[in-house]
């Protein structure tokens, strides 16, 4: 199957500071990529799509200038979780989608704020 | 309200049996159902998925069952085996959005017992 790269898996932070998650698709282009976030025993909540060079569609409930995304090339994808708190706490994982609509998933980031 | 419908929650079963997780869906626009396989503390992975053009798809000891007519598919896994032990999550798409959005079931913990 495709590869997904995320990182980092595993990032402490302080609470107020600004964390970066990266997506990257190694062998395959995806014009789209899609950012999730897990609570422990649940299932994915999707946070947003992110089209390469255009602006992320975010999904309700979700502070788009909480949660930045980039998509600037068909490779790599950036969520940076600004001003982070404790309750941004959780695990967050990026996915990539093929043209053939096949979909993708990273390793996932675990993030802890102190 | 909730796109995919997983059964059930949890499920144990002794290794070499079969182990089956159920999922339903609404949208008859759906037309590609993948499944997809999480162990702790990492992302998912696809396991398998169909076209709603065939009733059953096997890929070596996962298979498939889809039932167009009820809006249903379901996981089957056979000679289950401890390393088995993961959540599963089915999801559904439609093509015709452009597979910008995936609808994921809730998922299904497994605990194949040695």
New interface residues.
């Given amino acids: 199957g495709a590869v997904v790269s995320q990182h980092p898996s595993r990032v402490i932070c302080k609470s107020g500071t600004s964390v970066k998650i990266e997506c990257r698709s190694l062998d395959f282009q995806a014009t789209t990529m899609f950012w999730y976030r897990q609570f422990p025993k649940q299932s994915l909540m999707l946070m947003a799509t992110s089209n390469e060079g255009s602006k992320a569609t975010y999904e309700q409930g979700v502070e788009k200038d909480k949660f930045l995304i980039n998509h600037a090339s068909l490779t790599l994808s950036t969520l940076t979780v600004t001003s982070a708190h404790p309750e941004d706490s959780s695990f967050y994982i990026c996915s990539a989608r093929k043209v053939s609509g096949e979909l993708f998933f990273g390793e996932g980031s675990r993030l802890t704020v102190l | 309200q909730q796109q995919v419908k997983q059964s059930p929650q949890s499920l144990i079963v002794q290794k070499g049996g079969i182990s089956i997780i159920n999922c339903a869906y609404e949208n008859t626009a759906f037309d590609?159902f993948?499944w997809?396989q999480q162990f702790p503390?990492?992302?998912?992975?696809?396991l398998i998925?169909i076209r709603p053009d065939v009733s059953e798809k096997k890929e070596g000891r996962f298979t498939i069952s889809f039932n167009k007519s009820a809006k249903q598919f379901s996981l089957h896994i056979m000679d289950s085996q401890p390393g088995d032990s993961a959540t599963y999550?089915c999801?559904a798409?439609s093509?015709g959005n452009n597979?910008?959005?995936?609808y994921?079931?809730?998922?299904t913990?497994l605990n194949v017992k040695p």
């Fill in positions: 590609y993948p997809y503390g990492k992302g998912p992975a696809l998925a999550f999801a798409i093509r597979f910008n959005k995936f994921f079931g809730s998922g913990k």
